[in-house]
């Protein structure tokens, strides 16, 4: 477990388990009542439908761009609320893409995908969670104004936050017209 320093829910015991399994565990040791439900696949173009066909939404919390590309086309074309996270060092940033109404990441990302690993502090995921579960629980509410067609940056070094505005590309390859996932 190379980012030990910024998971929650595992510890140096659960070294060698399937974060699945130790999550898991620990979510319910909080609330027994809660039903969770485990997915042990690397996400991919094949199986990403199956994945998450019958959600009602998909929070991104992975560590690198081109599983994100995947799972963001996957939302678009499911029409599935998608509540964007990403961290690097003691940045980070959120955003909240509602198909068919915001804009989503290929509008905002356009070049090609890093597969370097990023260095993080812990306080950074941390950060970006809380906003991201902000962001759901307004959305499910209906309360508040989202982070559609906006990025909220955290700059952990400053302590500040800024945003700026992301606008829609109605010639986008994932939301601009209903592509095949590919």
Same mark, same amino acid.
């Given at each position: ?52 066909? %019958?959600?009602?939404?998909? /929070? ?26 990403? *961290? ?10 509602? +198909? %068919? *109404?915001?804009?989503?990441?290929? =509008?905002?990302?356009?070049?090609? *995908?890093?597969?370097?690993?990023? +260095? /993080?502090?812990? *306080?950074? +995921? ?6 991201q579960a902000t962001e759901v629980i307004k959305y499910i509410l209906g309360i508040g104004r989202l982070l559609t067609d906006r990025m909220l940056i955290y700059d952990g070094l400053n302590m ?11 010639? =986008? ?5 209903? %592509?095949?996932?590919?």
């Open positions: 477990m190379s980012n030990l320093n910024r998971q929650i829910l595992h510890w140096e015991k659960d070294i060698g388990r399937k974060k699945v399994e130790s999550g898991s565990e620990k979510l319910k040791k909080i609330n027994r009542d809660i039903q969770v439900d485990t997915i042990y696949h690397v996400i991919s173009n094949e199986n990403v439908l199956s994945m998450v066909t %019958g959600y009602d939404l998909i /929070v991104d919390a992975l560590d690198n761009m081109a599983t994100r590309y995947i799972l963001n086309k996957a939302a678009v074309d499911l029409d599935i609320p998608f509540f964007h996270g990403a *961290v690097h060092g003691f940045e980070g940033r959120a955003m909240t893409i509602l +198909p %068919g *109404v915001s804009a989503c990441l290929r =509008c905002m990302y356009k070049g090609t *995908v890093d597969k370097e690993k990023f +260095p /993080v502090i812990g *306080v950074a +995921p941390a950060m970006i969670g809380i906003i500040s936050f800024s945003e700026f505005t992301v606008t829609r590309n109605l010639q =986008c390859d994932h939301c601009g017209s209903k %592509g095949s996932l590919s």
